[in-house]
């Protein structure tokens, strides 16, 4: 059921070339945070820094806007109001690059909407759909431009939890009792990967699915799926296939978390400590710094 050996694993992670420079690492543009949950942005931005992106741009609400920017100097931070009428994101092999909309969204305002649906019409680029943004999603609107995305050949990834994978299977009246047949059924129907989260992580493209199975009780915290949706973020806007960078990022959000609960308990990690295990996580898999392919 899961087709990812450690030394595939391994083969996947991103390593720098030594010709890298920051673009060339990825370009995240990562559309986050609200009045209501800024922290959310911050977290997934560290999450995409950690996972190697080299350019990691926050769009998010004003109101967060030096939440954000003092968070971390090293992100580019603006604000989604100019956002909104900008350039488009576009990708080539040379500088590439992704979008992560969602987290920290509020999922019943109207401007998650406008949001979202401004990134699955302009990104000619992977999209990554999380949090709040994931309630716009589970519209007539939202799923016609998943499906339209998915027939020009642009993958689109949905990590829902369960009670957002129930509303996105609402819109069609699925089955919700079988988390494996949920995620496959939801690839199918929207035209995505998707990532259902929960004790035991399901990852489907409609055709097979992987299961995630190493994670532990120390995620189920508030914040935790915020990081995961930066690290699969980064992973996309470093060129890694849809699924692949899926379950590379679940595997080392999942070691990070086993890390951090050896040093610290399961009881005490947070999400911020996720984050800074992640290194470990990267390093216990066999990464040998000098090693650039
Ligand atoms: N620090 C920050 O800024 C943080 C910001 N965050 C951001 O907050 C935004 C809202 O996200 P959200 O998940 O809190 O709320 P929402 O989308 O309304 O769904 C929650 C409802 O769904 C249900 N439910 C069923 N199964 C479930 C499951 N397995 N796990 C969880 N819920 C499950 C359950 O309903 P019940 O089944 O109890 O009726 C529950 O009431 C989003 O943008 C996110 O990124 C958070 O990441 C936290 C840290
Ligand atoms: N009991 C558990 N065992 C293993 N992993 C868990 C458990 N509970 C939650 N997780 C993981 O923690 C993360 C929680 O994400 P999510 O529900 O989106 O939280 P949030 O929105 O608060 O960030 C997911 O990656 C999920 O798979």
Redesign the pocket.
């Known amino acids: 059921m899961n087709p990812y050996e450690s030394h595939r694993l391994r083969g996947l992670l991103p390593y720098p070339d030594r010709e890298a420079n920051k673009y060339s690492r990825g370009h995240l543009v990562l559309v986050a945070g609200s009045a209501a949950?800024?922290?959310?942005a911050c977290?997934a931005a560290l999450a995409a820094q950690r996972m190697g992106a080299g350019y990691t741009e926050v769009v998010t609400d004003p109101s967060a806007l030096p939440i954000v920017q003092s968070f971390r100097p090293s992100l580019v931070v603006r604000s989604d109001e100019t956002w909104l009428d900008g350039e488009p994101l576009t990708a080539s092999p040379a500088r590439p690059g992704a979008c992560a909309v969602?987290?920290?969204?509020?999922?019943g305002d109207e401007r998650s909407k406008r949001l979202l649906f401004r990134a699955l019409d302009t990104a000619d680029a992977p999209v990554l759909v999380?949090?709040?943004a994931l309630?716009a999603l589970a519209t007539d609107e939202g799923r016609k431009r998943c499906r339209e995305r998915f027939v020009c050949g642009l993958p689109t990834v949905a990590t829902p939890?369960?009670?957002?994978a129930?509303r996105l299977a609402k819109l069609l009246g699925l089955p919700t009792d079988d988390a494996r047949s949920l995620a496959r059924s939801l690839s199918l129907a929207y035209g995505i990967v998707v990532v259902l989260?929960?004790p035991v992580t399901w990852i489907s493209d409609g055709e097979a699915e992987v299961c995630m199975d190493e994670g532990t009780p120390a995620l189920a915290k508030?914040?935790t799926?915020?990081v995961l949706a930066g690290m699969i973020g980064s992973l996309l806007a470093q060129a890694l296939a849809p699924v692949d960078a899926c379950v590379l990022a679940a595997t080392l959000h999942a070691h990070a978390a086993r890390f951090a609960s050896d040093d610290l308990t399961s009881v005490s990690v947070t999400p911020e400590d996720v984050l800074d295990y992640v290194p470990r996580a990267i390093a216990a898999m066999g990464f040998r710094d000098g090693a650039s392919r």
Do not use: I, N, V
């Open positions: 949950y800024p922290g959310a977290l969602g987290s920290g969204f509020d999922p999380d949090g709040g309630a939890h369960g009670g957002e129930a989260k929960g508030a914040g799926g915020d």
